[in-house]
């Protein structure tokens, strides 16, 4: 239950694309979402969250799409770029936790110049 | 602000032998957690530390993990004796008063 499943596990986009990654739980207590951008010999790094009380949240060129109904959260990058080239980790924390964060299985990102 | 330091970067062992990750946070964070990142897969937690005190190490392999967070600043991570699963990234987090956690660059730890 305190799984999140992360989907496609690589995905290849054309620069100025659009790259859409999905994310799915299961335990409704989750209460924070956020996405980490993790390049090659480097730690994850924050890169967009958002809270259940809203549907979207938009940062620059990311975007969080978040359906509570469906416990369904999706990464958008619009107008992708070779430098967004990197892996990506959706990730939840329980309601009341010690702030744990569970993180999907990653989503390897190649945009092509 | 400085990030979180984590050494060594990389780290070549023979299954059986010890090894030990170092860790300093970002100065005032309260809360330090180490996570494994197996190649392929996402960060798993291996124990969480709040300040000096353990708040959850229910996935830490207690027979050949071991951590330690004294007088709650740096950390050490410790595997004795290694096996080959243990290959993977380590990495180090701390986290403040908000809800993000910053990350270290990770020991990569190559166990043969």
């Known amino acids: 239950q305190q799984q999140v499943k992360q989907s496609p596990q690589s995905l290849i986009v054309q620069k100025g694309g659009i790259s859409i990654i999905n994310c799915a739980y299961e335990n409704t207590a989750f209460d924070y979402f956020p996405w980490y951008q993790q390049f090659p010999g480097k730690g994850p790094a924050l890169l967009i969250a958002i809270r259940p009380d809203v549907s979207e949240k938009k940062e620059g060129r990311f975007t969080i799409s978040f359906n509570k109904s469906a416990k369904q959260f999706s990464l958008h990058i619009m107008d992708s770029q070779p430098g967004d080239s990197a892996t990506y980790f959706c990730?939840?924390?329980?309601?009341?936790?010690?702030?744990?964060?569970?993180f999907g299985s990653g989503t390897q990102l190649t945009v092509l110049p | 602000e400085a990030g979180v330091a984590q050494s060594p970067r990389y780290k070549i062992i023979e299954k059986r032998q010890s090894v030990a990750f170092w860790c300093n946070p970002i100065s005032g964070h309260a809360t330090l957690y180490w996570y494994q990142q197996i190649l392929g897969q996402g960060p798993k937690l291996l124990i969480q530390?709040?300040?000096?005190?353990?708040?959850?190490d229910s996935q830490l392999p207690k027979d050949r993990f071991s951590a330690e967070r004294l007088k709650g600043v740096d950390s050490t991570l410790k595997i004795q004796p290694a096996k080959l699963e243990d290959s993977a990234v380590y990495l180090c987090?701390?986290?403040?008063?908000?809800?993000?956690?910053?990350f270290g660059s990770g020991t990569r730890l190559t166990v043969v």
């Open positions: 530390f709040q300040n000096n005190g353990v708040v959850d």
């Open positions: 987090a701390s986290s403040g008063r908000s809800y993000g956690y910053t």
């Open positions: 990730a939840a924390r329980i309601s009341g936790s010690a702030r744990q964060l569970t």
